[in-house]
Protein backbone atom coordinates (compact mmCIF):
# COMPACT_ATOMS: atom_id res chain seq x y z
CA UNK A 1 0.00 0.00 0.00
CA UNK A 2 1.06 3.78 -0.32
CA UNK A 3 2.13 5.80 2.23
CA UNK A 4 -0.63 8.31 3.36
CA UNK A 5 0.92 12.28 3.54
CA UNK A 6 -0.63 14.75 5.24
CA UNK A 7 -0.61 18.84 5.04
CA UNK A 8 -0.01 20.59 8.52
CA UNK A 9 -2.11 23.62 8.65
CA UNK A 10 -0.91 26.62 10.09
CA UNK A 11 -2.66 28.25 13.31
CA UNK A 12 -2.91 31.99 13.04
CA UNK A 13 -2.74 34.32 16.11
CA UNK A 14 -6.69 34.92 17.40
CA UNK A 15 -8.13 38.24 16.97
CA UNK A 16 -9.09 38.23 20.40
CA UNK A 17 -5.20 37.39 21.48
CA UNK A 18 -4.33 40.50 20.34
CA UNK A 19 -7.04 42.52 21.81
CA UNK A 20 -6.35 41.37 25.26
CA UNK A 21 -2.25 41.60 24.59
CA UNK A 22 -2.66 45.31 23.76
CA UNK A 23 -5.62 45.58 27.00
CA UNK A 24 -2.78 44.22 29.02
CA UNK A 25 -0.12 46.28 28.02
CA UNK A 26 -2.27 49.74 28.05
CA UNK A 27 -3.34 48.67 31.54
CA UNK A 28 0.42 48.33 32.53
CA UNK A 29 1.23 51.25 31.00
CA UNK A 30 -2.09 53.14 32.58
CA UNK A 31 -1.21 51.67 36.32
CA UNK A 32 2.42 52.87 35.86
CA UNK A 33 2.14 56.28 34.57
CA UNK A 34 -0.74 56.08 37.57
CA UNK A 35 1.95 55.22 40.17
CA UNK A 36 4.48 57.81 38.57
CA UNK A 37 2.09 60.29 39.20
CA UNK A 38 1.35 59.49 42.83
CA UNK A 39 4.24 58.94 43.72
CA UNK A 40 5.42 62.83 42.64
CA UNK A 41 2.05 64.11 44.76
CA UNK A 42 3.44 62.47 47.77
CA UNK A 43 6.55 63.79 47.49
CA UNK A 44 5.20 67.02 47.19
CA UNK A 45 3.03 66.70 50.42
CA UNK A 46 6.06 65.41 52.23
CA UNK A 47 7.90 68.63 50.99
CA UNK A 48 5.13 71.29 52.33
CA UNK A 49 5.18 69.03 55.59
CA UNK A 50 8.54 69.48 55.59
CA UNK A 51 8.47 73.85 54.93
CA UNK A 52 8.70 76.14 58.03
CA UNK A 53 5.25 77.61 58.41
CA UNK A 54 3.04 75.06 57.15
CA UNK A 55 0.98 72.18 59.04
CA UNK A 56 -0.76 69.76 57.09
CA UNK A 57 -3.58 68.08 58.69
CA UNK A 58 -5.20 66.73 55.77
CA UNK A 59 -4.41 65.54 52.57
CA UNK A 60 -7.44 63.48 50.76
CA UNK A 61 -7.92 62.81 46.76
CA UNK A 62 -11.95 63.01 45.63
CA UNK A 63 -13.33 63.42 42.40
CA UNK A 64 -9.61 63.22 40.68
CA UNK A 65 -8.59 66.13 42.60
CA UNK A 66 -6.06 66.64 45.72
CA UNK A 67 -6.83 68.42 48.57
CA UNK A 68 -4.70 69.46 51.50
CA UNK A 69 -6.29 71.27 54.41
CA UNK A 70 -3.81 72.86 56.95
CA UNK A 71 -2.12 75.71 58.77
CA UNK A 72 -0.28 78.41 56.88
CA UNK A 73 1.66 81.34 58.62
CA UNK A 74 1.94 84.34 56.73
CA UNK A 75 5.65 84.64 56.54
CA UNK A 76 5.61 80.68 54.74
CA UNK A 77 6.40 79.80 51.51
CA UNK A 78 3.46 80.78 48.88
CA UNK A 79 2.14 76.81 48.33
CA UNK A 80 1.61 77.39 44.85
CA UNK A 81 5.28 78.43 44.03
CA UNK A 82 6.41 75.17 45.43
CA UNK A 83 4.05 72.90 43.36
CA UNK A 84 5.03 75.29 40.13
CA UNK A 85 8.68 73.78 40.94
CA UNK A 86 7.29 70.59 41.62
CA UNK A 87 5.81 71.25 37.75
CA UNK A 88 2.58 69.23 39.10
CA UNK A 89 -0.87 70.69 37.63
CA UNK A 90 -2.48 73.23 39.56
CA UNK A 91 -5.68 72.22 38.74
CA UNK A 92 -5.29 69.06 40.06
CA UNK A 93 -4.97 70.15 43.67
CA UNK A 94 -6.99 72.53 46.11
CA UNK A 95 -5.70 73.63 49.25
CA UNK A 96 -7.66 74.87 52.47
CA UNK A 97 -6.03 77.18 54.59
CA UNK A 98 -6.32 78.11 58.08
CA UNK A 99 -4.14 81.20 59.19
CA UNK A 100 -1.96 81.18 61.89
CA UNK A 101 1.32 82.31 63.81
CA UNK A 102 4.65 79.92 63.33
CA UNK A 103 6.67 80.61 66.69
CA UNK A 104 9.85 79.63 65.03
CA UNK A 105 12.82 81.69 66.17
CA UNK A 106 13.37 83.09 62.00
CA UNK A 107 9.79 83.81 61.89
CA UNK A 108 9.46 85.48 65.04
CA UNK A 109 12.24 87.57 64.48
CA UNK A 110 11.61 88.65 60.95
CA UNK A 111 8.17 89.50 62.03
CA UNK A 112 9.94 91.73 65.21
CA UNK A 113 11.44 93.51 62.41
CA UNK A 114 8.39 94.23 60.36
CA UNK A 115 6.27 95.47 63.38
CA UNK A 116 9.43 97.66 64.77
CA UNK A 117 11.17 99.06 62.21
CA UNK A 118 14.51 99.55 63.56
CA UNK A 119 16.53 102.50 62.12
CA UNK A 120 19.64 101.25 60.43
CA UNK A 121 22.22 101.77 63.46
CA UNK A 122 20.14 98.65 65.33
CA UNK A 123 20.27 95.23 65.18
CA UNK A 124 17.65 93.29 66.23
CA UNK A 125 18.46 89.22 67.36
CA UNK A 126 16.25 86.53 68.71
CA UNK A 127 17.56 84.86 71.61
CA UNK A 128 15.45 81.97 72.49
CA UNK A 129 12.03 84.00 73.45
CA UNK A 130 14.14 87.67 74.30
CA UNK A 131 14.70 89.95 71.80
CA UNK A 132 18.34 91.40 71.77
CA UNK A 133 18.52 94.96 70.77
CA UNK A 134 22.11 96.57 70.01
CA UNK A 135 23.58 99.41 68.75
CA UNK A 136 22.38 103.36 68.74
CA UNK A 137 18.89 104.90 68.18
CA UNK A 138 17.27 108.13 68.88
CA UNK A 139 15.05 107.87 72.10
CA UNK A 140 11.75 108.28 70.24
CA UNK A 141 12.11 104.66 68.32
CA UNK A 142 13.58 103.29 71.61
CA UNK A 143 10.54 104.31 73.75
CA UNK A 144 8.42 102.56 71.03
CA UNK A 145 10.85 99.64 71.34
CA UNK A 146 9.90 99.50 74.82
CA UNK A 147 6.02 99.85 74.11
CA UNK A 148 5.41 97.18 71.00
CA UNK A 149 8.62 94.56 72.00
CA UNK A 150 6.43 92.02 73.67
CA UNK A 151 3.43 92.55 71.77
CA UNK A 152 5.25 90.45 69.21
CA UNK A 153 3.95 86.89 69.20
CA UNK A 154 6.77 84.67 70.25
CA UNK A 155 8.76 88.00 72.37
CA UNK A 156 8.44 87.50 76.28
CA UNK A 157 11.22 89.31 77.03
CA UNK A 158 13.28 92.42 75.73
CA UNK A 159 17.12 92.74 76.26
CA UNK A 160 18.56 97.07 75.40
CA UNK A 161 21.77 96.60 77.95
CA UNK A 162 23.60 97.00 74.42
CA UNK A 163 21.61 99.82 73.04
CA UNK A 164 22.41 103.45 73.62
CA UNK A 165 20.46 106.65 72.37
CA UNK A 166 21.76 108.75 69.64
CA UNK A 167 21.13 111.98 70.91
CA UNK A 168 23.37 111.46 74.07
CA UNK A 169 26.02 109.60 71.73
CA UNK A 170 26.10 112.99 69.37
CA UNK A 171 25.49 115.18 72.54
CA UNK A 172 28.69 113.86 73.89
CA UNK A 173 30.45 113.93 70.95
CA UNK A 174 30.03 117.78 70.15
CA UNK A 175 30.61 118.75 73.75
CA UNK A 176 33.96 116.92 74.23
CA UNK A 177 35.04 118.71 70.70
CA UNK A 178 33.65 121.75 71.75
CA UNK A 179 35.03 121.57 75.42
CA UNK A 180 38.82 120.65 73.56
CA UNK A 181 39.34 124.12 71.85
CA UNK A 182 40.38 126.87 73.02
CA UNK A 183 41.09 130.26 71.05
CA UNK A 184 43.68 132.61 71.81
CA UNK A 185 43.51 136.43 72.04
CA UNK A 186 46.04 139.13 71.75
CA UNK A 187 48.43 139.37 74.82
CA UNK A 188 46.43 142.23 78.05
CA UNK A 189 43.71 142.41 75.39
CA UNK A 190 40.03 140.89 74.47
CA UNK A 191 40.66 141.27 70.87
CA UNK A 192 41.43 137.49 69.14
CA UNK A 193 44.32 136.62 67.42
CA UNK A 194 44.14 136.89 63.88
CA UNK A 195 44.48 133.01 61.64
CA UNK A 196 41.92 131.33 63.86
CA UNK A 197 38.77 131.30 60.95
CA UNK A 198 38.87 127.70 61.39
CA UNK A 199 38.64 126.80 64.71
CA UNK A 200 35.79 129.41 64.90
CA UNK A 201 34.25 128.33 61.60
CA UNK A 202 34.03 124.34 63.51
CA UNK A 203 33.01 125.69 66.60
CA UNK A 204 29.90 127.49 65.09
CA UNK A 205 28.82 124.46 63.36
CA UNK A 206 29.38 122.28 66.50
CA UNK A 207 27.17 124.92 68.14
CA UNK A 208 24.73 124.73 65.34
CA UNK A 209 24.24 121.02 65.48
CA UNK A 210 24.03 121.47 69.47
CA UNK A 211 21.45 123.88 69.42
CA UNK A 212 19.46 121.49 66.65
CA UNK A 213 19.78 118.36 68.95
CA UNK A 214 18.91 120.16 71.96
CA UNK A 215 15.88 121.65 69.86
CA UNK A 216 14.75 118.08 68.95
CA UNK A 217 14.11 117.11 72.35
CA UNK A 218 12.41 120.04 73.49
CA UNK A 219 15.32 121.58 75.11
CA UNK A 220 17.45 124.37 75.03
CA UNK A 221 21.62 123.99 74.95
CA UNK A 222 23.52 125.90 76.87
CA UNK A 223 27.37 126.58 76.63
CA UNK A 224 29.79 128.65 79.27
CA UNK A 225 32.73 130.61 77.91
CA UNK A 226 35.24 130.92 80.25
CA UNK A 227 37.83 133.49 79.55
CA UNK A 228 41.61 133.52 81.20
CA UNK A 229 43.80 136.28 82.05
CA UNK A 230 47.23 136.71 81.67
CA UNK A 231 49.42 135.95 84.60
CA UNK A 232 49.85 139.51 85.60
CA UNK A 233 48.22 142.63 86.94
CA UNK A 234 46.03 142.85 90.04
CA UNK A 235 43.12 140.66 90.19
CA UNK A 236 40.86 142.44 89.22
CA UNK A 237 42.01 143.52 86.60
CA UNK A 238 42.30 139.69 85.55
CA UNK A 239 38.81 139.37 86.03
CA UNK A 240 37.89 141.96 83.78
CA UNK A 241 40.16 140.68 80.59
CA UNK A 242 38.79 137.53 81.16
CA UNK A 243 34.96 138.38 81.26
CA UNK A 244 36.01 140.52 78.36
CA UNK A 245 37.51 137.52 76.33
CA UNK A 246 34.97 135.39 77.09
CA UNK A 247 32.40 138.27 76.01
CA UNK A 248 34.59 138.52 72.76
CA UNK A 249 34.45 135.14 71.76
CA UNK A 250 30.65 134.74 72.43
CA UNK A 251 30.54 137.42 70.15
CA UNK A 252 32.54 135.72 67.78
CA UNK A 253 30.83 132.58 68.10
CA UNK A 254 27.14 134.14 67.24
CA UNK A 255 28.03 135.75 63.94
CA UNK A 256 29.24 132.77 62.72
CA UNK A 257 26.75 130.29 64.48
CA UNK A 258 23.68 132.68 64.28
CA UNK A 259 21.82 129.65 66.32
CA UNK A 260 18.82 130.56 68.29
CA UNK A 261 18.88 127.25 70.30
CA UNK A 262 21.91 127.96 71.86
Request: no cysteine.
Amino acid sequence: GGAQGGVAKKRGVSPLMVGAGLLILVLMGWLGWSWWQSSRWQQFFERLREEPGLVITQTDRRDGVWRVAGLRDALATDPNALLQDARLDPKAVRFDWEPYLSLRPAFVQRRALARLDPPSGVQLKLDGQTLQAEGSAPRAWQQRLQREALTVPGVTALNTAKLVVAEDQAWAALAERIQAQALQTMEGSSSLLPGQDAVLAQLADDLRRMGDLAHGQGLRAQVQVIGRADARGSAAVGLRLSAARAEAAVQALRALAAQPHV
